[in-house]
Structure formats: structure tokens, C-alpha cells
């Protein structure tokens, strides 16, 4: 991010998706290996996923606007480069130290995938990386970061708003409406099934909610004003708060909801200049800074951890689970941030208008 864009509190935000996202799957590791799991009092690791979307979407648009509204354009091949250098090194290096470290024959096509940067393609059609699956979520960042500077570069600033709330209600809409015409018409169980698995995971309505507040803050559009509502605000604190804390889900467009309650707390805990909330301090800026790497590696510590920890299900064991790996993937994540993505960092910075 351009340093003098800084904005406040998002590296806790982005903490705090990074921890959950590694909790839960502490926890679907301890169901599968042991029988036993506390996921009804664990928020959801796909929810924090939601979040990180809200994040990357609202601070992009961000980005980009204000480059266009100060260039009168947007460079693209520095965007690209900025992107490769930060997403790509360690999204590589994982797949390469996942594929030393543990037994794996994939199929071709996952393989395909995953080397094309679409590991969200093969995760839901059921051949996903197997040793870090939860690469899937960097499949639809990068399908986002391809096509969205594009619309941004092209649309008029006065279209644009409009622009991205017809197309978030309209990828809202969309798997609902292929499950009406299957359902009613086609019939074809293999098309439901793959509506269902691959509309779960790209969720592209999700981003766009928060590139919606991304360019309503950088044009001090007026929406702004209805986000900054003080009652809209405290109504999505504790709606946030008591369902994804309580794991309470709607039967339909819960990721939706959860992206709009995401965003609306967000943009006022980070931007709001009538709250001046402080959400964070050095230990959460540091956790913020390495949690993409600590949403890339927490996969292969798990593995590790099942692999020569103690495999009887006791609240001691549990215990050392948990401190295992949490403290293990913060310390590798670091390293990694220090030693490698750094030297990429810094190339990253050369792009930066």
C-alpha cells in the first residue's frame, strides 16, 4: 500500500481475519483427526475470508481512484507488477514446500489450476490443492485483480458507483437464479452441485461490496454520509458481533450480509473522523503486516502438527495444539516476511506512482 495513503486500524482488521481463518481450521483438523471440535463456539473461517475480500476490495478501489483522480489514469503494468510481486513469490513458495513436505500425487488438472493462479477453479469442482487448500481465496484475488483495474480504468468516475451495485446484486442473484432454471428446467444434478461449490467460494459480490465503500471514501462520496450513521454503525457492530461470533447463518445470502456488515464497520472503525477510534497497537500492526503469510502457512504447520504431536483427543493435547501452531505459524510467517517477501517488497515499491 502507498504510504501516504496509510489508513488506520485496517492491519487489525486484517489480523483478526488472519487468526480466525487459522482457528477454524485448528478446529476442522481436530474434527477429522480426533472426533472432537468446539465449532459452534468458533467463529467461521469462511466468514474471515469474507472479510479479507471486504479489505482488499475497499482498499484497492481506493488505491486506484485516487491514482486516476491524480493522473487523470491508472498504469496497469505497474498495477500487474504491484500485485505479482506481493500475491505470486509466496503463493509459489507454498505450493512448492506443501509438495516436499507431504506425500501428494494431484491430478493434472489441479496442478494446471494451481500453477495458473485458479486454485478456486479446482477447488470447486472437487480437485483442489490438497496440502494448503485454503490457497482457493488467492485464485479469487487474482481473477479480481486482473479484469476490476480495467472497469476502473475505463468507466467514467460518475458511472461507477452504479456501476459496481448492479453488478454485486447481480452476482448475488446469479447462482440463485441458475438453481431456479435447473431446478425447474434442466434438471442436471452435476450443474447444482457445481453452482453450489463454486458460487460458495467465489464470492466476487463480496469484494465489490467493499470496493463500493472504497470509492464512495476516496470521492467523499454521498454515501459516505449514510455509512457513517451512528446508528447503522452500532446496529452492525453487534450484528457482526452476535452472528459471527454465535455462528448464527441466513439460508440464503449470508456471505452478502456478512460483506456489508464487514464493510460498514470497517470503513467507520478506519475512517470515520467523527469516532477517532483506536483499534490498534504494534502487536496488531505486526499481525497485520504478516497475515498473508500467516493465512498461507498455518495449512502446512497444521499437517505438521498432526503429524508428530500427540494424537489422543485431552484438553492438555488440545491445548498444545493450539499454542503449536498459532505460535509456529506467527513465527514462520515473520521469518518468511523478513527474509523473503521483503526482497519482493521492495521491488513492489519501485511501481508505486
Known amino acids: ?184 428446467i434442466i434438471q ?25 465503500a472504497g470509492f464512495a471514501f476516496a470521492k467523499n462520496h454521498k454515501l459516505l454520509k449514510i455509512i457513517y450513521n451512528k446508528w447503522l454503525f452500532f446496529v452492525c457492530v453487534i450484528a457482526a458481533i452476535v452472528m459471527w461470533g454465535g455462528n448464527i447463518k441466513t439460508k440464503h445470502f449470508n456471505d452478502e450480509l456478512m460483506s456489508v456488515l464487514f464493510t460498514v464497520v470497517i470503513v467507520n472503525v478506519c475512517t470515520n473522523p467523527y469516532l477517532n477510534i483506536q483499534f490498534e497497537n504494534r502487536f496488531t500492526q505486526f499481525l497485520g503486516r504478516i497475515s498473508y503469510g500467516i493465512y498461507m502457512y498455518h495449512w502446512i504447520i497444521l499437517l505438521l502438527a498432526f503429524k508428530f504431536l500427540p494424537t489422543e483427543c485431552t484438553v492438555w493435547n488440545t491445548v498444545l495444539l493450539y499454542v503449536f501452531v498459532i505460535t509456529a505459524t506467527i513465527l514462520v510467517a515473520w521469518l518468511s516476511y523478513e527474509t523473503y517477501e521483503k526482497f519482493f517488497l521492495n521491488l513492489k515499491r519501485r511501481f508505486e506512482r
Open 1 to 184: 500500500m502507498h504510504t501516504k495513503y496509510r489508513i488506520k486500524n485496517l492491519d487489525t482488521f486484517r489480523a483478526i481475519a488472519a487468526i480466525v481463518v487459522m482457528i477454524g481450521h485448528i478446529e476442522l483438523f481436530r474434527q477429522n483427526n480426533w472426533g472432537g471440535s468446539l465449532f459452534n463456539m468458533v467463529p467461521s473461517g469462511h466468514t474471515a475470508v469474507m472479510m479479507f475480500f471486504v479489505i482488499s476490495g475497499f482498499l484497492i478501489t481506493f488505491l486506484l481512484t485516487k491514482e486516476k483522480e491524480q493522473y487523470g489514469t491508472i498504469s496497469l503494468k505497474d498495477f500487474y507488477l504491484r500485485r505479482v510481486l506481493r500475491i505470486l513469490p509466496l503463493y509459489y513458495l507454498i505450493l512448492l514446500v506443501s509438495s516436499l513436505f507431504f506425500v501428494a500425487t494431484p491430478k493434472f488438472s489441479t496442478v494446471a489450476y494451481a500453477i495458473t493462479i485458479l486454485p478456486n477453479v479446482s477447488h470447486a469442482i472437487g480437485c483442489g490443492w490438497s496440502v494448503s487448500p485454503q490457497i482457493w481465496a488467492i485464485g479469487v484475488e487474482n481473477l479480481f485483480y486482473i479484469f476490476f483495474p480495467l472497469v476502473m480504468l475505463l468507466v467514467p468516475n460518475k458511472r461507477m458507483l452504479i456501476l459496481l451495485l448492479i453488478t454485486t446484486v447481480g452476482l448475488a442473484i446469479l447462482p440463485h437464479a441458475i438453481d431456479f432454471v435447473n431446478v425447474r
Open 188 to 212: 442436471n444434478s452435476s450443474l447444482a452441485h457445481f453452482n453450489q461449490k463454486f458460487f460458495y467460494c467465489n464470492k466476487f459480490d463480496s469484494l465489490l461490496i467493499g470496493c463500493i
